[in-house]
């Protein structure tokens, strides 16, 4: 069984910060990017539309905490 991306970023989903979602990014390296595509696709049978999960905008980029994905609040511009 591969890494259950979807189990994982409800989890997060749950766990971040009261704010409005327009204020969280999810940040994810290519790597994990492919895997997620592909997770969608064999795992879930949907899309495998990486530009969002669960309305929140995915970037590519390094988490910060050695995960596959980070949940991070955008900074006040």
Do not use: C, K
Not at 17 to 22: D, G, K, Q, R
Request: net charge negative; proline share 9%; aromatic share 10%.
């Amino acid at each position: 069984m591969s890494f259950d991306y979807h189990r994982a970023m409800t989890d997060a989903v749950v766990e971040a910060p009261n704010v409005h979602p327009e204020r969280l990014v999810w940040i994810m390296n290519e790597t994990h990017r492919v895997r997620y595509r592909q997770f969608l696709e064999h795992e879930m049978g949907v899309d495998p539309d990486d530009s969002e999960s669960f309305g929140i905008p995915i970037e590519t980029g390094e988490p910060s905490n050695g995960q596959p994905f980070e949940l991070v609040m955008r900074p006040v511009s």
